[in-house]
């Protein structure tokens, strides 16, 4: 007997509550709007579930309009600048063969107008006079003049790929950072994740790296009693405590909700473990105030799952270990890390 694996139940489940909002809304199963609620349900672009979360409190009528302008904003506008860039990139480098090409033959032409002038002297100081050598002479000039006026019609072209460069890199920046948080988002974690296990797979870079995965605890209750305007100030301050901790080569991102995650290239489990103890310390002793009012909303707590990659088991597999581990230190009591030791296929918890 065979059982389905918890990802493609969760996703069959995702898929499932999707088509039931489409009915509950009378909504058209255009991609588009396919595609928008199932990111929502699977809880895979905070911006998303955010702007959708809200207008179902509220009871809003969400329309298809609406849908298709998320799905414009933060579906489809990262994965154009993404193409554009490459495009450019692409572009650039037929630029750049081009101007070389073009400048050989301007040398080669150069050189050519050269001995034909030295020849039209000598041939003037033997008393000789040929008008096809004139003619030649003339058509050389011609030349290069068409050819320096392409040369400087490409710089130009160059400097604008340059420019258009620039402005795209700056979308795709965007396109990977969380809208409310400003750390990086869940598609640039995933495909950070990817690198480095195919790195490690492929023996490119045999350093070890660990993630962890970090839930706010009882965050809910306090969206529930306070608001999202208040549930955003706390995310905001949250995301700063991780950054303010973590070193350069490390990442935080924002998994989703009020989840994070943070990617350690180059560390080893016991290193990971000793700065999950130090990030449940720094957000527990930080006290939590409204940046408007400067009401002080106590203290926060966070759960964090730690676990270290394993040659050959792929990211997926990493994110669920992580997720167990950290699921069990909820259930422990939370504000507090858990591990999973891949060695022995066990997730215990540690403490903070």
Known sequence: MTTESPLKSRYWDTASATLDVLREYNLSPVPEVFHVWFVYFADENPDIFRALDIARQQGTRIDEKQLFDLYQQFILHPQMAEFLLQGMDDFADVIDH????????????????KVLEEVDAVLQRDGCKMEVLGLVARQTRQIRQSVSALSEQLETYHQQITTLQVELEKAREQSFTDGLTRVSNRLHFEQLLSGLAEDLDNETNIQPFCLMLIDLDQFKQINDRFGHRVGDEILVLIAGILKSTIKGRDTVARYGGDEFTILLPQT???????????????????????????????????????????????????????????????????????VAFPSVDTVEPAGC
Request: aromatic share 6%; with cysteine; hydrophobic share 35%.
């Open 98 to 113: 081009s101007e070389h090409s073009i400048g050989s033959v301007t040398t080669e032409l150069n050189v050519y107008g």
């Open 268 to 338: 080893r489990l016991d290193e990971a473990q000793s700065l999950a103890g130090e990030l449940c310390n720094s957000v527990r002793v930080r006290e939590v105030r409204a940046k408007s009012s400067g009401v002080s909303f106590g203290h926060m707590t966070v759960s964090i799952g730690v676990a270290e990659y394993q040659k050959g088991e792929g990211a997926a597999s990493l994110v669920d270990r992580t997720d167990k581990a950290l699921y069990l230190a909820k259930q422990a009591g939370r504000d507090q890390y858990c």
